[in-house]
């Protein structure tokens, strides 16, 4: 990405600021707490922030947790299905039918097993974070190129080295795309398994703001939750183009 | 096509095996006890619980309530998604100006947005259509502005060759291009929609399966919290069916040709 000229760079603004000054005049027009401004939010944002930076702490925490349980079973899981193939078509329609299914509907089950405690909401992140993982590492250890499986076979690896050394390195790209999906839908379900399971974290922080008809705080914590996810999806872009560099690498080669 | 046939059939039974092979499973943790009997019911009670709640009407209701705003929401999202890639293609100022708050917005989890959202649109539909549009337009706008700009330049020069104004290369050349990767976001956004729907009918609603799923869990209804997961799973191979019907019909050139060359 290069320096936009000064003239390009202007005109990206101009957008943003018009949007800001209607909601502003709007905000002033209908000069009610429920409909705040700009202003107000941005008020709102300095008064906060600290307890707002908290409660996004407490959420982000399980987001985290969450995402790792998922990963560490889902990885090896969908590898080892991509492997034994007869066990993996059998299960993949009912993966099938587990990926329609909306995160927030096993809320009230997850509830009955695990109560509304941090288990539970970890349970429920690690569910909505799983799907994509093991979908797009199922998907990618099936098609696998067959040569890789030659490889393995005449190097004389034993089961597990093959998913060791080649499969999961061979699935890593999808895998990518798979982890950037899970990273996204975690970030999501955490905000709406706080509010179905309150206890804290800032989903709990908007349902107190809601309850206080105080919309400019509300406001003020979407953004926040706005940056970090644009944040965190940004660093998990580059991780991904880092640790997986000769993958593009070998992109470009091919399109030369 | 006989391979086609069977290679078809051969899905369907599969299909139907993981079925009974899950029911099996169910079944026999039911039975043996490993799980709280009240937690972990039989397949027989869900069904009970799930023809009791046909009978009674409630379930009929509320699935046909989520369904008409899932759809109707992800309709209306995609072609907003798409006149705003558009655009986009068309001004490259609008395009850079709304990237920054395409940017802050999207990550923003529909559960958040319930809350405010409520005192400025109330319970009715317009919290639907806004939750839902704002959360799902995403995925097709994306595509389609990065399918719109990789349109090759051969196709477009051959356009401008034949005299087609811009209007006609964009309705012609381009939008027909960008189709598959425009089907692949509304796919995506197709189970958002879902999600959101529920999400916003469990934190706000007084109807769908989303309210039903809650009020019956405080009730502890388990059977039916179950046949309700169940119907919700099914919601989403509805919603899957029909998007790949559309996508036939708008962007199965793509598809024709792979199958025209395998």
Same mark, same amino acid.
């Given at each position: ?29 209908? +000069? ?5 401004? *700009? ?31 998922? &990963? ?19 299960? =993949? ?26 288990? &539970? ?50 699935? %890593?790209?999808?895998? #990518? ?33 809601? =309850? ?13 939750? +706005? ?30 | ?26 079944? +026999? ?11 972990? *019911? ?34 209306? #999202?995609?072609?907003?998604? !798409?006149? %705003?890639? /558009? ?11 709304? #990237? ?68 006609? !290369? ?7 291009? &960008? ?16 999600? #959101? ?29 179950? &046949? ?5 799973? /099914? ?28």
């Amino acid at each position: 990405m290069s320096i936009l000229p000064d003239r390009q760079r202007y005109s990206a603004l101009v957008l943003p600021v018009v949007l800001l000054l209607v909601w502003q005049v709007l905000a002033w027009r209908a +000069s009610t707490p429920l409909f705040p401004g *700009p202003g107000q939010v941005a008020i709102s944002i300095w008064r906060l922030y600290p307890q707002i930076v908290g409660q996004i702490g407490y959420t982000l925490m399980r987001a985290a947790a969450g995402f790792l349980v998922a &990963a560490v079973v889902m990885i090896p899981l969908g590898i080892l299905l991509g492997r034994l193939k007869t066990v993996g078509s059998v299960l =993949e329609p009912i993966l099938d039918m587990m990926a329609t299914l909306p995160p927030p509907a096993v809320v009230p089950i997850v509830m009955l097993f695990a109560g509304t405690g941090d288990a &539970a909401k970890i349970a429920v992140i690690a569910y909505a974070a799983g799907i994509p993982l093991i979908m797009n590492t199922y998907e990618a250890s099936k098609t696998l190129h067959p040569m890789a499986t030659l490889v393995a076979r005449s190097l004389r690896l034993r089961r597990l080295e093959t998913m060791v050394f080649i499969d999961l390195p061979a699935s %890593l790209p999808m895998i #990518a795309t798979g982890v950037r999906l899970a990273v996204a839908s975690a970030l999501l379900v955490s905000v709406t398994a706080e509010m179905l399971l309150a206890t804290n974290g800032i989903g709990v922080f908007l349902q107190r703001q809601q =309850e206080n008809f105080q919309i400019a705080n509300g406001l003020a914590a979407i953004a926040f939750i +706005s940056m970090i996810g644009l944040i965190v999806n940004d660093l998990v872009q580059r991780l991904e183009r880092r640790l997986l560099f000769w993958h593009y690498r070998l992109d470009l080669h091919n399109e030369r | 096509m006989g391979a086609f046939r069977f290679m078809e059939i051969l899905a369907w039974f599969r299909a139907i095996i993981s079925f009974l092979i899950i029911i099996v499973i169910w079944q +026999s943790i039911a039975l043996l006890g490993l799980v709280p009997e009240k937690y972990f *019911p039989s397949i027989l009670a869900i069904a009970a619980g799930f023809r009791d709640m046909v009978i009674s009407g409630e379930l009929v209701s509320a699935e046909l309530r989520t369904l008409s705003r899932a759809l109707l929401g992800v309709a209306s #999202a995609s072609l907003l998604g !798409i006149s %705003l890639a /558009v655009l986009g293609d068309l001004f490259p100022s609008f395009r850079r100006g709304f #990237a920054p708050i395409a940017a802050l917005i999207q990550p923003v989890p529909p559960a958040a947005l319930v809350p405010m959202a409520v005192f400025m649109l109330g319970l009715g539909p317009k919290l639907y259509a806004f939750i839902v549009i704002l959360v799902t337009v995403w995925p097709p706008y994306f595509n389609g502005v990065a399918a719109l700009a990789s349109v090759s330049d051969v196709q477009i020069r051959t356009g401008q060759m034949l005299g087609l104004s811009r209007w006609q !290369i964009l309705r012609q050349i381009k939008l027909p291009a &960008a189709m598959p990767e425009i089907f692949a976001g509304i796919r995506y956004a197709s189970s958002i929609s879902l999600i #959101a729907v529920v999400v916003a009918e469990m934190l706000a609603g007084h109807d769908g399966l989303g309210f039903l799923l809650i009020r019956k869990a405080f009730a502890i209804r388990i059977p039916e919290v179950y &046949a309700l997961m169940f119907v919700c799973a /099914v919601n989403g191979l509805i919603m899957n069916t029909a998007v790949n019907g559309l996508r036939w019909r708008f962007a199965g050139w793509q598809l024709r040709m792979a199958g025209q060359a395998a």
